[in-house]
């Protein structure tokens, strides 16, 4: 069987550790709804990447269907904002 190469968004926030309070990262994929964390960026993004791997083997274990991925434009845009913003 050919192997594929899906992409998907993923998304990475600052965050900390539940329990310890410890900083690392979030990151989550949008379009199949799972989340995984690390202490680093490449930890928190080699962690998600695993977990949709994981995600994608087992709706094909269950027969369901498998997103192929996105083809969307990413990007972010810039606000002027003259508010106050929250810390912490």
Known sequence: ???KILDFPVIIEP???TGTG???FSAYCPTL???DDGETIDEALRNIQST???HLDCLVDEGERVP???RGIFTSV???FSGR???G
């Open 1 to 3: 069987m050919k192997t």
């Open 78 to 80: 810039q606000v002027p």
């Open 22 to 24: 410890k900083p690392g």
């Open 52 to 54: 949709i791997k994981f």
């Open 15 to 17: 965050d900390f550790e």
């Open 68 to 70: 192929a991925g996105s």
């Open 85 to 87: 913003l929250a810390t």
């Open 33 to 35: 709804g799972v989340a």
